[in-house]
Nanobody
Framework: QVKLTESGGSSAQPGGSLKLSCAISSYRPNLSCMGWFRQAPGKEREGVATLDKYGTPRYADFVKGRFTISKPNGENTLYLQMNSLTPEDGAVYYC??????????????????WGQGTQVTVSS
């Protein structure tokens, strides 16, 4: 059983940065995908960035050039570096592991394992 625990959510000003972490217990190197997703009030959960088992990142268009997903070798932690934040980035951010379909397209949100979420607020 893979357990995911997010941290790093906080308040930031527009244009600011935050770095989210997702600690992965019982990590398995053959996990098909890991990713970051977010859900704002009244909206559906959406994919932000994914990382496949080969280390290939994929990003939603609305975060390209601003966010970076990473999982350093030897660390059982998934990161999301978020720069140039806008109020529209405010949401609960979730990390997830093991795509049910086996595909890592950022638009796919069906995963076996989810964290509890961490709140990101962006306002002046």
């Amino acid at each position: 059983q893979v357990k995911l625990t997010e941290s790093g959510g906080s308040s930031a000003q527009p244009g600011g940065s935050l770095k989210l972490s997702c600690a992965i217990s019982s990590y398995r190197p053959n996990l098909s995908c890991m990713g970051w997703f977010r859900q704002a009030p009244g909206k559906e959960r959406e994919g932000v960035a994914t990382l496949d088992k080969y280390g290939t990142p994929r990003y939603a268009d609305f975060v390209k050039g601003r966010f970076t997903i990473s999982k350093p070798n030897g660390e059982n932690t998934l990161y999301l570096q978020m720069n140039s934040l806008t109020p529209e980035d405010g949401a609960v951010y979730y990390c997830a592991a093991e795509s049910i379909s086996g595909y890592c397209d950022v638009g796919l949100t069906n995963y076996y394992y989810w964290g509890q979420g961490t709140q990101v607020t962006v306002s002046s």
